[in-house]
Each structure stands twice: as structure tokens, then as C-alpha cells.
């Protein structure tokens, strides 16, 4: 059954239906945001990022998007997602920016495709309606069949089918009209016959208006009117407005959720603290704007462009945002009366009447009156709700005393060629009878203009810096323009500022006229600089303010939006919609002004807000008993998608390129869209980047981006083993990686091609040849991304032929793809052990090509301006902390080599003046960048690690300047530590290379300066086994005994490896372009010695063991995580560091202890199998790492006693930051090992008391479905903050809380390899509780109890258990399989045989999975 979905309407139609009276908007408004979110997880995921859905070049000022009351029409009354084709036309966004044509609109192939069921088995949907259980997951394979190119994020790949060929690529369907676009500028001329019909309407509409007014005239206000009535009256505050402005019951009965899936907070502002964030998703042809909120206030607390140095509203940290945002941030007062009344001037979510409980406890008098003193303030304060929504944020306030509700709603603005945050301030009048008539200010008490990098200078010399400030008209009193007169920098070179902030605001329904911005404070707050009453207003009209003048030099300007005068009738509202974002010019400012004035436009933003999130997330879409769990796993999925990115596929020209992965097309590239570093209100150190750009993305730290792109692969098996070569392209040669990832750079060498590709988008006619010229060269001169692609091309005004998507696919399978990161100071000890995780994602669906992957590909080496000192140039001898006496210090361990940095300018390129790609790779003396497989570049690695072991070979040195994963042990680098997780993470390498080793018997040939240092490190080991050490050590019959003082033997063993290793980095500036080839058998002996080593340091460690407060964790038998090392014995060498003290060589050196850490338990359980996990558990459980009264796990044990030297942990509060909290990234990597190894009873109840969701709400103080950094643990001094979130979302936590939903839902290799056939099959094995299954009453014995998930973004999975029972890893009975051809697939047995499991990995074909236990 093909199903087109409903037609569009033509426009005359839209625009009639979109003509609503401004007083009788209440009914119409429930409509208009029950529409967008119903059914929402039902759309077909090709309907949200779209390579079509680009902004448009021109502004048509007649063009109607059409109200959110004309959506209802054109949605299906129907769930099921084939009927959603309709939805999915009207829901695109507006059409190409810079096209001469209108794109393809109609169209809707995608980087993973979209599917249909063409042919139809009615026998066999009937069977399957009664197998697929009442809330069925959505069916993201509907819509129409569709062959164009359409960037969207991952869901299901369209390959030609056997069953329903492909339509010629030049073949489109075509709309009633002819016409190949559903744009919603453009909408299609239906028959004469419908237009005739729509005239009839058209009559009957008029009549009944004139009706209407008839009624009005004569009966009196629309109070009396059955129009004028809101059924569910909010004067008890029992509703809200939601999205545009409808009205919503609030949250569900028994459920934390509004009726759009928001998570709700009840008195939200008087609540703890907390910030939280907009994502800045705007769309692949969007231009994000940041956005920040907070619990105080009208919620929003800083907003602005790219990055906190280009506020609109100015960045504060969190600790400042919970004090000034009521007060700087968005304001909303009233000035009015009720037909004649008291008049008065209120202000919606004032702070002085937030709704305290200490406002209702009562005076503890002995024997007195126990009456609560400020009951009356109480009673009387207004009631406040927070609406949080993973694309936008809504406050609500319910006035009972002046009987005005106040609903704002915040989202960002997509799918345009400009960024605005949007405001959508709603007012109802809640009384029912009495008409309020209002005046109103609404908007922004401090707006900073455009001028460069503000952030710091309004925090130092922002005073003086108002002396460049100023706003100027770009057309009367409705667009202000604020910018200053020129960059404020003292320089020769003086640059005028052009750019500038703007505020376009206007009431709904009336679009077309703009209210006027109040910009000067002082006309609204008069002589209170504090900005606490709007002291203007008390003797001044709205409309005085507004007709007298307004002065914005030399000062901080506001930006209020203006309503001089207003009648709310009975149940009534209206709605005042502003922009708030950046301009390149002043006269940009207009052209936004007729684009957000189309009618329905807000609306339609805010549908298309919603449903970008929508479509990220219904990539792992679950359904479980448990509604939070389910809503949790999307929520962590989106964050772990804002750090890591989201991967699309460009390059889709034909229908090969878009059936096959990334790795069997090299047309195909992979780009990853939406990332940034984690960097918010909590997390000021950081400094993120939002690149206001079409696909906006930006830089990310190595291990972020490394470990939150962990299951790319498994959620979207189409990018192949990208990741892993990406991250192995950074792995440097001296063992160390970069700190910065940026989005790959794409480039074109072949200029014919450029010539060709500019010809085709541009046009032949001689007209076009300068534009032609133009792009050419853009394309040929140096790396880009398509980001800066487009912008240039909108810089130099190149008017393209195609749509945006042709011309990025063309360029994308044209180009090369390459790597990019910057260096920063110092090298992470712990960014290598992200490796072998990737790797493992990859042969969790590939399991066959992991020889290919390993030793047939070649790969180049990052080449750093960076490098490690030797020992002798930075052990620094220094005076001790209490001024008496000495010691040894490792400072400064990493600089700037000027060789190096002369070796990276040898490649600038002439014309532009930047780096050129090449300059990033290590070299060889000839001057070829050097390459070598991904197998010799892990035993590269392996050799660069085993020689970085500490003097008693257990830990791995912190030689770089940075420690590991726990960054607050900044000191140790400083006491020459050393980290055990690193070593156990080397031996993971270790076995990894010897397992493929003995697998495929292939050679490995590595640089031969790396075989030199081999060599070294093997003569070492022999002089080591030959020592008196090592005889006491095979001649023992007990448990050796270890003193602090490293022995004499193992010293001269790392002395000397620690000199080979130094001297292969003095010589590898430039490799010699001479190799060496090991054979298999040369590798196993390598290996083999090497992981004994590793295996006798670990038992040092243990014999070491652990020194803290708590006695009883030195004897827990727990592995110790750190060690640091005194140098008891030096001598000068003659040299002094810049800061005049002297450099040392060590002679001897002595170990130091730390307390326990969570992470060395963790890196260790990778190493162990399962009976070993459990007595580490319940080891661990009894130690001092256990919160007993949180039931969770902190990071470290009490750290009393420690040193301050150990780094910036121990200057923070017990139970607070990184000292002795709950540090979640940790906690549920542990979890993840658990699980991990089979011990799933023992996860399962550690996820009941220590995991999001599961932990009470009101303690965690936030959303349960966002995951903090930290939480405060029991060892905090303050009770009250024990327990509670700080620093929420965009951390690690995410990564490893989608390797646990993976083992749960999908099972630790649902492909693997047929020892028998050699051929790949698959299974699916879960691990679910019970409790996680929802019971189906009406289902069959045997699917009585379910869960269901989204396999590859797209494929429906469902689970059936016949009785409540535990499924730890059992396997199937049974499959059935569904097609999208209608028919179906029965597996008896555990697996899934090889030609099937295939084609579920290419997902093209796949509908459904359905397994019975």
C-alpha cells in the first residue's frame, strides 16, 4: 500500500485557516501545541535534519507558513508512522538559501534511507498488529519512497530493493502541480474543482464571522460567547500554556512528565540551585545560538553567538547567575486594571514573591501559637513551574491574586541563515469575568552589543568599555541595533565594528506589525541602578516611555518589547513572540524582520526545534515498565551526541554510495555535526564553541570525543571503522596524541574537477563565470569544511543552480578527507587507552574485517610542535614547603620545540597564509609523510608505554606534564608519579596485539628508529633477568618484601630504557624512512616478555599496596591507583631552568603511597575474569570507596592526611569536586565492568540505588534525566547538600552509560564469526531484570511480558518472556524477522545465519526483530 500521505493544501487555504481574531485565540491555541509534539516519537527520522532544509536567499513577505491550527489537517489520525508522509511535507523547512531554483522538497533519501513496506501482506499484518504490543516503539521507516539527496542523521539506509526498484536518480515524484518541491513557500494549485470548494469555505467562513460580530454587538464581551470560554479554565492553576499557546493539563498522574514528555519542577525558583542548557542544535542549515538557564528568574542567564567571548546577554558563572538573572536577565511587567479597577504594576516571577516553604513554617514558641507568621504571604505568592524539554525550556507562574497566568517559552532558532534565541511570553487572563486590560513591557533588562571579544573586557573594564557602546535604528523604533562604534582595542589598526545584536518583537496574529523596543534602561527602571522596580513605569505610561525619546551612547542598553495597550477578555491570552541574535550588517536586520513575520513562522520553529532533538534521540528509542528509564536513554544518548557529535554521511551521489558504508565507498565521508567542548554555567573553565555556521560543530578534548563516539559504530554501523582511524591518525610517534579534535578538513587537488563541480551548481551561461571562477578556487585553495564552504559562498554572493545538499555531496565525494587537532601544553598520560575501546565497538559488528582493518590499511603519524623534555631538563631541584629544606621536582615536562615548529612552517601556504595539511604529519628525510598499519602503530604504542613504566615497573609514568583520567591529581606530575590504571590498560594492548598476532601470523614492519629502541629495551630486560634482583626473585618462597627505596637493578633498568626512550625522540623529528619488519613469531616473543613484566610490576603494586587515613583499606587486598616518586639521591647538572633553579640527574628514589581510587579498581576489572570481578566487588563494597549512606561509590577514599603537592583535589572539601564525591564518570565505569564481566545481579541492585534514574529527585536536586559530573557525597560538611548534582550533562558518564544500554538491550557481540562456516552471524543476548519488562494482559502466553528498543536507529526490536523472570544472557528460542517488502523470516534456534545477519547489519531491508526467550 503506497501511501503518499495527506496532500498539501494550496495556499489560499492555509492562509484563510491561519486568519484567527487576536481576542478569540484561546481555543485555537490548544490546537497548536498539542500538534507538533503528538505522536512525536512517531515521525519518520528522515523528517528532522535534511540536506533540503536550508534557509532561502530571498524573503518573501507574502509567503505563509501557516499556523500550528492548520497542522492538525495534515496529520494522520493514526500512530502508525507509514501515514506520516503527510506530516513529514508540511514540517519541512524553508527552502535553499542560495538557489536560483526551489530544491527538491518532495525527496527524502537520507544519510541512513528511509524505507517503505511497497507491497503489502494483510494476512501477515494482521498477525503482526497482534504480536507488536499496545505502545509499539515508532516506525521510523514510513514516508514516501524518496531517491534524493537529503542530509539527515543516522536511521535507515534505501538500497536498491528487489523487490521495488529504485527510481532513475533524474526520475522525482511530482506534486498535483508537476512541480518537484513541497516548499512551504510554494504550495501546489489544486483542481478547479477544489478550488471551488475552497471558495464555498471561503464564503461560509465570512458569514459566519459577520455572525459572529453580530453576536458580539449584541450580546456583549466573548466572556458570554462559546468561543470565548476556555473549557479547562487555569484559574486553579491547573494548566499550562504549552508550546505556542495551548493550553495543556500539567504534568500526568503519577509522573514527573508534562503531556510533551517535559520534565517538570514545581516551584522551581525556590528550589536548590541549578544550570542547565539549550542544546544550540539549529539544524545541518541552521547557525546555533548558546543559550544558558538557570532556577532563578525567568530561567535564561547568558546567550549569545559561538562562544562565551560573544555574549548578547553577558556569560556569568553559575554562583553569579543564581544572584543577578531575575534582576539582569529577561523581565516582564504589567501596568493595568480590570474595567475601571485598583490599578496596578506587577511583575510576573518577581523574586520577592517566590513561593518559599519558609513562608509556611511556623515560630517554634513554647506553649505559644504555633500560626506559620507569613501564612498570608504565603497563601497569597504565586505558583511556579519549570517545563524542561530537550530543545526548549518553559516557566509558568500562576497569579491567584491579580488572576494572571504568565507562560514563557524559550527555544533557538533552526534551519535559517541567521541564529536568534527565541521568546514566546504568553498571557491569560484567568478570571472569569472581568476583562484585563494591560499595559506591558517584556523582554531583556541588560543586551550587549557586537564588538569583538567581550567577555573578559565587561568583566574588567566594563565601565569603561560602555564608552564604545551604542544602539542605532535600522528602521525607527522597532529594530534597535546594538554594537559599538569600534573594536575597543588600543592598536595602530582601528576596526569598526559593522555587526551588531538585534531585538525583533511582535504580538501573534498581528505579524505584521513589529512593537517598538524600549533599549533605554533608565526609561524603565529610572533612577534604581540596581534594577530592582521599574521606577519609570511608576510615573510614566507604556505609551509615554514609547513616544518620548530613548538614549543607548555610553551605556548598557536593554531590549523591551512594548505594548502601550491590550484587553484580555475572560479565559483569554495573547502572545508576544521576539528574536533576540546577531547581525552581520544593519541592514540584515529588515530582511529578519519579513522573514519571522510570515504567518505561522514562530510556530512552526518551535514544531521543528522539537522534532531535531526528536530525531537524534529516536536513534535508541526503549520501552520498558519504567517511563524514566526510557526517557533517561534518549536524554543521555542526546548529551553524549552534543560531546561527541553525530555522525552523517555526505558524499551520497548514486545508489551504490548510498547502500554502502563508509569503508567500502570511499566517496562516502563521514562528518560529525552538534559537538562542542563541555563548557557551561558550572564548568567556567572551559571554552566551548558553537560555530555559527551550516553544519556547526566544534573542537572537542581527544579523550571526550574519543570515548563519546565509543558506539558510533554500533548505533550506526554505515561509518565502518572511521573512528578508529581517525584517532589512530593522531596517535603520534613519540606515543603521545593531541589535545584538541576539529572536524575532518576536506580538499580538493584536481582543478579540473573544482571546474567541473563549480560548473555544474553555477551554470555555463557566460554570466556565471566569474561566479564559477569564484568557487573553483575556493575548492582548490586548501582545506574547508562545509560549514566554511557555505559561508564563503555566501560571502562572495554565489547564486547556486542546485540545492546546498547536491553541491556538499558532489564536493564530499570528490574530496579527501584528512584529520585535524591542535596541540596544547602538556600530554595527557591516559588519551592511548581510548584505542583499543574503539577498535572493540568496531568488531562488535565487523568481526570480519578485523585483519583488514589492522594490517591493509596505512596510516600517518601526527606530527606535533610539541615534545617531552628529557630527564635531565626537568628534574628541578626546589624548595621544600615548609622553606628548610630540598627536593626533586618533575616541571615544565613538555615545550615547543623551535625545530620542530621550524619543520611545521616549511608547509604555510603562500596564498592564504595558513598551514598547510601536510604540516601536521610526521615526515621521513625525503619528505613523504610517513605511514604505517594500524597494527604497527598500536605496537609503536605498546613499545612507547612498556618504556614509560615507573623505576619499580608498576605504574605509568606521568612524564608529559598531565596525569591520567583523574586530572585532579594535576601534582603528581610534579612528584615524578605514576599511574597503575595506565599499566593495566597497557596490558589490555598487550594482549589485544597478541591475540591478532597469533590469529593471522602476519609481520609488522614499524619505522627503524622504533626497532632501535626495541632492541634497547630487550638488552635492558637482559641485564635485568641476569641481576641479583631477579635471582632473589626466583629463588623466593614467599611473598617478597618491598621497601620504599627502589631497588638498585630496576633502577639502572629504567635509567636506561628512560635514556633509549629519550634518545628515539630526539631522533624521530623526521623519521628516516627506513623500516624493520618483524615477523609473528618475533612479535609473540616480544609480547610475551613484555606482559610478564607488566604481570610482575602489578604484583609489586599489590605487595606496595595502599597508605591512607582509613587503616583498614592499606589491607583490603584492593589495587593502589597512584604512586609518586622521591628522588633521595641526585646530582646537579651544571643547567638551571628559566626560574633559576637547577636541573638534577636522579640516583635513587623512593615510592611513595596514595589512598584507594576508584579507577585503579576499574582499569584492573578489564584485566580479570569474573570470579576475580566478584571478590573485587565485595572488597570494594566494604571499603572505604562505598558511600554507605548514598549507596553509591566515590572517587576516592578520605584523603585526610594527604599532601597538597598530589594536585587540586585536596584543595576542595571532602565530598566535594574530585575530593572523596561521587564522581559519575567513575562510578559507571565500574558499573559498566560489572555488567560487563556477568555479574548482572550485583548490577542490577548497584542501579537501583546509584544510577540516574533511580535516585530521588528531590535529593539529586535536578533533572533525573540528566547525568552530573558529581554528586555531593556523605563525607560533605553540609547535610543538606549531600546528594545533590553539580555540573550536569556532557561528561563521560554518557559514554559509558550507552556501553551498559548495549550489553543490556543488544548483548556484547550480537555478530561474531562461525568457527565452523567462518562466516558471520548473529544473536541477540540481553541482560534485563525483570522488573524492566511491561507486562501486555491482552498478549498471547508466550509475549505476555516485553521490552522494545531501536536497533541502528531504525530496526524495531521486541522482546518476549512468557512469565516475569531475569534474562541474563540467555539466547533466543526463536526469531522472526520482518522485511520491508511485507513478508516475514522465522529462525528457529539461537542465531541468526549468516546471509540474514547481514543484511540486518546493512539495515536496508530490515523492519522488525522479533525474539522470543
Given at each position: 500500500i503506497m501511501n503518499a500521505g495527506p496532500e498539501v493544501p494550496d495556499e489560499e487555504n492555509v492562509r484563510a485557516s491561519e486568519v484567527t481574531p487576536l481576542h478569540v485565540n484561546t481555543s485555537s491555541s490548544r490546537k497548536q501545541d498539542n500538534l507538533p509534539t503528538q505522536k512525536l516519537n512517531n515521525l519518520p527520522n528522515t523528517v528532522l535534519i535534511s540536506k533540503s532544509q536550508s534557509p532561502s536567499s530571498t524573503i518573501d513577505s507574502n509567503v505563509s507558513y501557516g499556523s500550528a491550527t492548520d497542522f492538525p489537517s495534515n496529520l494522520p489520525a493514526s500512530a502508525d508512522a507509514s501515514s506520516s508522509s503527510g506530516y513529514n511535507d508540511i514540517m519541512e523547512s524553508p527552502g535553499n538559501r542560495s538557489s536560483a531554483t526551489t530544491p527538491n522538497m518532495s525527496n527524502l533519501s537520507s544519510i541512513v534511507y528511509n524505507r517503505k513496506i511497497d507491497i503489502h501482506n494483510e494476512e501477515g499484518e494482521e498477525k503482526l498488529q497482534r504480536r507488536i504490543p499496545k505502545h509499539r516503539l515508532s516506525n521510523n521507516n514510513g514516508g514516501s519512497r524518496s531517491e534524493s539527496n537529503?542530509?539527515?542523521?543516522?536511521?535507515?539506509?534505501?538500497?536498491?530493493?528487489?523487490?521495488?526498484?529504485?527510481?532513475?536518480?533524474?526520475?522525482?515524484?511530482?506534486?498535483?502541480?508537476?512541480?518537484?518541491?513541497?516548499?512551504?513557500?510554494?504550495?501546489?494549485?489544486?483542481?478547479?474543482?477544489?478550488?471551488?470548494?475552497?471558495?464555498?469555505?471561503?464564503?461560509?467562513?465570512?458569514?459566519?464571522?459577520?455572525?459572529?460580530?453580530?453576536?458580539?454587538?449584541?450580546?456583549?464581551?466573548?466572556?458570554?460567547?462559546?468561543?470565548?470560554?476556555?473549557?479547562?479554565?487555569?484559574?486553579?492553576?491547573?494548566?499550562?500554556?504549552?508550546?505556542?499557546?495551548?493550553?495543556?493539563?500539567?504534568?500526568?498522574?503519577?509522573?514527573?512528565?508534562?503531556?510533551?514528555?517535559?520534565?517538570?519542577?514545581?516551584?522551581?525558583?525556590?528550589?536548590?540551585?541549578?544550570?542547565?542548557?539549550?542544546?544550540?542544535?539549529?539544524?545541518?542549515?541552521?547557525?546555533?545560538?548558546?543559550?544558558?538557564?538557570?532556577?532563578?528568574?525567568?530561567?535564561?542567564?547568558?546567550?549569545?553567538?559561538?562562544?562565551?567571548?560573544?555574549?548578547?546577554?553577558?556569560?556569568?558563572?553559575?554562583?553569579?547567575?543564581?544572584?543577578?538573572?531575575?534582576?539582569?536577565?529577561?523581565?516582564?511587567?504589567?501596568?493595568?486594571?480590570?474595567?475601571?479597577?485598583?490599578?496596578?504594576?506587577?511583575?510576573?516571577?518577581?523574586?520577592?514573591?517566590?513561593?518559599?516553604?519558609?513562608?509556611?513554617?511556623?515560630?517554634?514558641?513554647?506553649?505559644?501559637?504555633?500560626?506559620?507568621?507569613?501564612?498570608?504571604?504565603?497563601?497569597?505568592?504565586?505558583?511556579?513551574?519549570?517545563?524542561?524539554?530537550?530543545?526548549?525550556?518553559?516557566?509558568?507562574?500562576?497569579?491567584?491574586?491579580?488572576?494572571?497566568?504568565?507562560?514563557?517559552?524559550?527555544?533557538?532558532?533552526?534551519?535559517?541563515?541567521?541564529?536568534?534565541?527565541?521568546?514566546?511570553?504568553?498571557?491569560?487572563?484567568?478570571?472569569?469575568?472581568?476583562?484585563?486590560?494591560?499595559?506591558?513591557?517584556?523582554?531583556?533588562?541588560?543586551?550587549?552589543?557586537?564588538?569583538?571579544?567581550?567577555?573578559?573586557?565587561?568583566?574588567?573594564?566594563?565601565?569603561?568599555?560602555?564608552?564604545?557602546?551604542?544602539?542605532?535604528?535600522?528602521?525607527?523604533?522597532?529594530?534597535?541595533?546594538?554594537?559599538?562604534?569600534?573594536?575597543?582595542?588600543?592598536?595602530?589598526?582601528?576596526?569598526?565594528?559593522?555587526?551588531?545584536?538585534?531585538?525583533?518583537?511582535?504580538?501573534?496574529?498581528?505579524?505584521?506589525?513589529?512593537?517598538?523596543?524600549?533599549?533605554?534602561?533608565?526609561?524603565?527602571?529610572?533612577?534604581?541602578?540596581?534594577?530592582?522596580?521599574?521606577?519609570?513605569?511608576?510615573?510614566?505610561?507604556?505609551?509615554?516611555?514609547?513616544?518620548?525619546?530613548?538614549?543607548?551612547?555610553?551605556?548598557?542598553?536593554?531590549?523591551?518589547?512594548?505594548v502601550d495597550d491590550v484587553t484580555i477578555y475572560p479565559g483569554q491570552s495573547i502572545t508576544l513572540l521576539s528574536f533576540y541574535g546577531r547581525a552581520d550588517r544593519i541592514t540584515d536586520v529588515p530582511v529578519f524582520s519579513r522573514r519571522i513575520n510570515q504567518l505561522g513562522f514562530p510556530q512552526y520553529k518551535l514544531a521543528r526545534a522539537r522534532e531535531l532533538v526528536a530525531q537524534i534521540t529516536s536513534g535508541v528509542e526503549t520501552v520498558t515498565s519504567n517511563e524514566l528509564f526510557d526517557k533517561h536513554v534518549q536524554q543521555m544518548y542526546l548529551d553524549n551526541s552534543l560531546r561527541g557529535g553525530i555522525p552523517v554521511l555526505l558524499g551520497e551521489i548514486d545508489d551504490r554510495s548510498r547502500s554502502e558504508s563508509a569503508d567500502d565507498d570511499d566517496r562516502i565521508k563521514v562528518y560529525h555535526l552538534f559537538s562542542r567542548v563541555h563548557g557551561d554555567l558550572e564548568r567556567d573553565y572551559n571554552n566551548f564553541v558553537l560555530e555559527p555556521t551550516y553544519f556547526s560543530q566544534g573542537p572537542g578534548n581527544f579523550r571526550d570525543v574519543a570515548q563519546n563516539r565509543r558506539k558510533d559504530v554500533v548505533i550506526n554501523p554505515r561509518i565502518g571503522s572511521f573512528n578508529v582511524k581517525l584517532f589512530l591518525s593522531f596517535l603520534q610517534a613519540d606515543g603521545y596524541n593531541p589535545l584538541s579534535v576539529e572536524a575532518v578538513v576536506f580538499t580538493i587537488e584536481d582543478k579540473a574537477q573544482c571546474e567541473r563541480i563549480s560548473t555544474t551548481v553555477v551554470g555555463h551561461a557566460d554570466g556565471h563565470r566569474a561566479q564559477r571562477e569564484a568557487l573553483a578556487l575556493i575548492l582548490c585553495d586548501g582545506p574547508f569544511r562545509p560549514g566554511q564552504l557555505m559561508s564563503m559562498i555566501e560571502e562572495q554572493n554565489i547564486i547556486l543552480l542546485t540545492s546546498p545538499s547536491e553541491l556538499i555531496d558532489d564536493v564530499a565525494a570528490t574530496a579527501e578527507i584528512s584529520p585535524m587537532a591542535v596541540t596544547k601544553d602538556g600530554f595527557w598520560a591516559d588519551h592511548w587507552t581510548y584505542y583499543i575501546d574503539l577498535v572493540n565497538s568496531f568488531l562488535q559488528i565487523y568481526p570480519e574485517k578485523e585483519e583488514s582493518l589492522l594490517y591493509d590499511q596505512m596510516l600517518p603519524y601526527f606530527f606535533s610542535p610539541r615534545i617531552v623534555r628529557p630527564r635531565a631538563e626537568k628534574y628541578v631541584l626546589s624548595t621544600s614547603f615548609d622553606g628548610f629544606g630540598h627536593h626533586v621536582r618533575q616541571l615544565d615536562p613538555s615545550y615547543e620545540s623551535p625545530s620542530r615548529v621550524k619543520k611545521m612552517k616549511q608547509f604555510i601556504n603562500n596564498s592564504s597564509g595558513w598551514f598547510e595539511i601536510k604540516a601536521n604529519y610526521q615526515h621521513d628525510v625525503a619528505g613523504n609523510v610517513f605511514k604505517s598499519t594500524p597494527i604497527a602503530k598500536l605496537f609503536l604504542l605498546a613499545t612507547l608505554k612498556f618504556s614509560t613504566r615507573d623505576p619499580y615497573g608498576m605504574g605509568i609514568e606521568y612524564e608529559g606534564g598531565k596525569p591520567g583520567w583523574n586530572d585532579a591529581m594535576n601534582g603528581l606530575v610534579g612528584m615524578v608519579g605514576s599511574g597503575l590504571p595506565e599499566t593495566y590498560e597497557l596490558k589490555v594492548l598487550l594482549n589485544y596485539i597478541q591475540k591478532v598476532n597469533d590469529k593471522y601470523q602476519r609481520p609488522v614492519t614499524v619505522p627503524k628508529e622504533l626497532a632501535s629502541l626495541i632492541g634497547n629495551i630487550s638488552d635492558a630486560l637482559d641485564l635485568l633477568e641476569m641481576s641479583d634482583y631477579a635471582k632473589s626473585l626466583k629463588n623466593a618462597t614467599n611473598t617478597p618484601t618491598l621497601t620504599s627505596t627502589v631497588p638498585s637493578d630496576l633502577f639502572q633498568y629504567w635509567d636506561s630504557v628512560a635514556t633509549a626512550r629519550e634518545y628515539y625522540r630526539e631522533v624521530t623529528n623526521v623519521f628516516s624512512g627506513k623500516t624493520h619488519e618483524f615477523s609473528s613469531t618475533s612479535v609473540a616473543k616480544i609480547i610475551e616478555r613484555w606482559i610478564e613484566q607488566v604481570n610482575m610490576g602489578i604484583e609489586r603494586a599489590m605487595i606496595l599496596g595502599n597508605h591512607g587515613y582509613n587503616k583498614a583499606d592499606m589491607k583490603s587486598g584492593i589495587t593502589p591507583t597512584y604512586f609518586s616518586f622521591n628522588i633521595t639521591k641526585w646530582e646537579l647538572t651544571g643547567k638551571k631552568n628559566p626560574d633559576g633553579h637547577p636541573f638534577v640527574r636522579a640516583k635513587k628514589i623512593a615510592v611513595g603511597e596514595f589512598p584507594l581510587f576508584l579507577e585503579g579498581v576499574v582499569r584492573m576489572m578489564k584485566t580479570i575474569d569474573k570470579d576475580e570481578v566478584q571478590s573485587v566487588y565485595e572488597k570494594v563494597k566494604a571499603s572505604g570507596l562505598r558511600d554507605k549512606g548514598l549507596g553509591m561509590y566515590t572517587l576516592s577514599s578520605s584523603l585526610v592526611g594527604q599532601s597538597y603537592d598530589m594536585g587540586r583535589m585536596m584543595a576542595f572539601s571532602p565530598g566535594w569536586l574530585e575530593n572523596q564525591s561521587v564522581w559519575m564518570h567513575m562510578s559507571y565505569k565500574y558499573y559498566l565492568e560489572l555488567i560487563r564481566k556477568g555479574l548482572y545481579t550485583e548490577f542490577f541492585d548497584e542501579m537501583k540505588s546509584g544510577m540516574l534514574p533511580f535516585i530521588n529527585d528531590e535529593t539529586y536536586g535536578r533533572s533525573l534525566l540528566e547525568c552530573s559530573s558529581f554528586i555531593a557525597s556523605s563525607a560533605f560538611v553540609d547535610p543538606s547538600m549531600r546528594g545533590k548534582g553539580f555540573l550536569a550533562r556532557l561528561s563521560g558518564s554518557t559514554a559509558e552509560f550507552l556501553s551498559m544500554w548495549v550489553l543490556m538491550m543488544i548483548g556484547p557481540n550480537p555478530f561474531f564469526m562461525n568457527n565452523e562456516t567462518g562466516l558471520v552471524e548473529m544473536q541477540l543476548v540481553p541482560a534485563l531484570p525483570s522488573w524492566l519488562f511491561r507486562e501486555d494482559p491482552s498478549a498471547g502466553r508466550n509475549e505476555k511480558f516485553v521490552v522494545q528498543y531501536k536497533l541502528f536507529t531504525s530496526i524495531n526490536v521486541v522482546y518476549y518472556i512468557s512469565e516475569s523472570r531475569d534474562l541474563f544472557g540467555v539466547r533466543p528460542m526463536r526469531y522472526e524477522i520482518g522485511l520491508r517488502d511485507g513478508s516475514r523470516i522465522k529462525v528457529d534456534g539461537p542465531t541468526i545465519p549468516s546471509d540474514l545477519a547481514t543484511n540486518i547489519r546493512r539495515v536496508v531491508f530490515i523492519d522488525f526483530i522479533h525474539a522470543w526467550y
Open positions: 537529503m542530509h539527515t542523521l543516522p536511521s535507515i539506509p534505501d538500497i536498491p530493493s528487489p523487490i521495488s526498484p529504485p527510481r532513475p536518480l533524474d526520475e522525482t515524484p511530482s506534486l498535483p502541480n508537476g512541480r518537484n518541491d513541497r516548499s512551504p513557500r510554494s504550495f501546489p494549485r489544486n483542481s478547479g474543482v477544489k478550488t471551488s470548494f475552497t471558495i464555498c469555505v471561503l464564503v461560509f467562513g465570512l458569514i459566519l464571522c459577520i455572525c459572529t460580530l453580530l453576536q458580539y454587538f449584541i450580546l456583549g464581551s466573548p466572556a458570554s460567547l462559546p468561543f470565548g470560554k476556555n473549557d479547562n479554565s487555569n484559574a486553579g492553576g491547573d494548566e499550562f500554556s504549552g508550546g505556542i499557546n495551548g493550553h495543556f493539563s500539567g504534568r500526568n498522574p503519577g509522573s514527573l512528565f508534562d503531556e510533551l514528555g517535559r520534565y517538570v519542577i514545581d516551584n522551581y525558583d525556590a528550589v536548590p540551585t541549578f544550570s542547565d542548557f539549550l542544546p544550540g542544535v539549529a539544524g545541518i542549515y541552521g547557525k546555533p545560538i548558546w543559550s544558558f538557564y538557570v532556577n532563578r528568574g525567568q530561567g535564561i542567564a547568558s546567550f549569545g553567538v559561538k562562544s562565551k567571548d560573544y555574549p548578547i546577554m553577558e556569560f556569568q558563572s553559575a554562583n553569579n547567575a543564581y544572584q543577578s538573572t531575575a534582576l539582569l536577565g529577561f523581565r516582564t511587567f504589567y501596568k493595568g486594571h480590570r474595567g475601571g479597577g485598583t490599578p496596578f504594576l506587577i511583575e510576573p516571577f518577581d523574586p520577592s514573591r517566590t513561593k518559599y516553604e519558609q513562608l509556611n513554617a511556623p515560630l517554634q514558641k513554647d506553649g505559644g501559637d504555633d500560626t506559620p507568621p507569613h501564612s498570608a504571604e504565603w497563601e497569597s505568592a504565586p505558583t511556579r513551574t519549570m517545563y524542561i524539554g530537550s530543545n526548549e525550556m518553559q516557566i509558568r507562574e500562576v497569579d491567584h491574586v491579580h488572576r494572571i497566568e504568565t507562560n514563557v517559552t524559550y527555544f533557538t532558532l533552526s534551519e535559517e541563515d541567521f541564529g536568534a534565541l527565541v521568546r514566546k511570553t504568553t498571557i491569560t487572563n484567568t478570571d472569569k469575568e472581568k476583562a484585563l486590560h494591560l499595559s506591558i513591557l517584556d523582554g531583556l533588562a541588560r543586551m550587549q552589543p557586537v564588538g569583538g571579544k567581550l567577555n573578559g573586557l565587561l568583566k574588567s573594564i566594563g565601565r569603561t568599555l560602555e564608552g564604545w557602546m551604542g544602539v542605532y535604528a535600522a528602521d525607527g523604533k522597532t529594530m534597535p541595533f546594538y554594537r559599538l562604534s569600534t573594536e575597543p582595542a588600543d592598536t595602530a589598526a582601528v576596526v569598526i565594528e559593522e555587526a551588531g545584536h538585534y531585538c525583533l518583537s511582535f504580538m501573534e496574529h498581528q505579524e505584521n506589525e513589529l512593537l517598538p523596543i524600549i533599549y533605554d534602561t533608565t526609561k524603565v527602571f529610572g533612577g534604581d541602578t540596581m534594577l530592582l522596580r521599574p521606577m519609570g513605569l511608576y510615573g510614566k505610561s507604556v505609551k509615554d516611555i514609547i513616544d518620548g525619546p530613548q538614549y543607548g551612547s555610553s551605556k548598557t542598553s536593554s531590549a523591551f518589547a512594548a
